[in-house]
């Protein structure tokens, strides 16, 4: 039951942790050419570190507890699934720097503009690796 809970919230953080790494870059790019006014881009600066920064925390800590629970320390796949968390959490501080960094009707970095879809591949290898546990 423990063990449910744990995969459960884990889920729960990891999507709080992501949806804003992969919506606010999008809204970004998509005011981009119309230049986002201060409220709104200070709001969408709040909303990543308000909900990203919480869910990257609990997702890791969820996460470890999950590998306490099944014993995972010593399988392959945790281990390759860790590169790509561990690349996900650098690349939500590089992110979250660029953001801060940001002033209303600026240029959006190109890592930013990308950003949706190198989140998207790593969080696709890494659930397949927890999903499928090949090794």
């Known amino acids: 039951m423990i063990y449910i809970l744990t ?3 884990h889920l729960v953080a990891m999507v709080l942790w ?3 790494m992969i919506a606010v870059p999008a809204i970004l790019s998509r ?4 230049a986002p006014k201060a ?5 969408l600066k709040a909303t990543f570190r308000g909900l990203a920064t919480p869910g990257l925390v609990l997702t890791w800590i969820l996460g470890i507890a999950n590998a ?3 014993g995972w320390f010593d399988e392959g796949w945790l281990h390759v ?10 690349l939500h501080g590089v992110a979250l720097g660029q953001i801060r ?3 209303p009707g ?7 503009r990308n950003l949706p879809w190198i989140v998207l591949a790593l969080v696709f290898g890494a659930v397949l690796l927890a999903e499928w546990k090949p090794f």
């Open 7 to 9: 995969v459960t919230l």
């Open 18 to 20: 992501v949806a804003p």
């Open 31 to 34: 005011y981009a050419p119309h």
């Open 39 to 43: 409220d709104v881009t200070d709001r």
């Open 68 to 70: 306490v629970q099944g």
């Open 81 to 90: 699934k860790l590169v790509f968390v561990l690349a996900l959490s650098a």
């Open 101 to 103: 960094r940001l002033v």
């Open 106 to 112: 600026g240029e959006i970095p190109a890592l930013l």
